[in-house]
């Protein structure tokens, strides 16, 4: 599965910011789409999954209730709204999907992956 993330910008702290990740049509439903992010220096850290089939999600504490995570089956796309962004969200935030439709927080589990997108957050 070839996934296309975009969406990324340049923002202050405290503005919004929505990411996708395009798959391709006929993904399988038995399949999971995660959100990861890499800061400079620092390790690939989870953000959010979602199921493909049910839309089960799990959040990364440091990002529950700020971010959401959803897809739409009907555009097989699924989206990252992030809100009250801070400094320390700043990354390159790369998209990620697995078969066996649990979401897992290890990236290395993840077959597939999207192209990074880089989000800034401005003090």
């Known amino acids: 599965v070839q996934l296309q993330a975009s969406g990324g910008g340049l923002v202050q702290a405290g503005d919004s910011l929505r990411l996708s990740c395009a798959a391709p049509?006929?993904?399988?439903?038995?399949?999971?789409i995660s959100w990861f992010r890499q800061a400079p220096g620092k390790e690939r850290e989870f953000v959010a999954g979602?199921?493909?089939?049910?839309?089960?999600?799990s959040y990364a504490y440091y990002v529950k209730g700020r971010f959401t995570i959803s897809r739409d089956k009907a555009k097989n796309t699924a989206y990252l709204q992030m809100n009250s962004l801070t400094p320390e969200d700043t990354a390159v935030y790369y998209c990620a999907g697995r078969y066996g439709g649990s979401i897992q927080t290890t990236h290395s589990v993840y077959t597939s992956w999207g192209q990074g997108t880089l989000v800034t957050v401005s003090s």
């Open positions: 049509a006929r993904t399988p439903v038995n399949h999971a």
């Open positions: 979602i199921s493909w089939n049910v839309g089960e999600t």
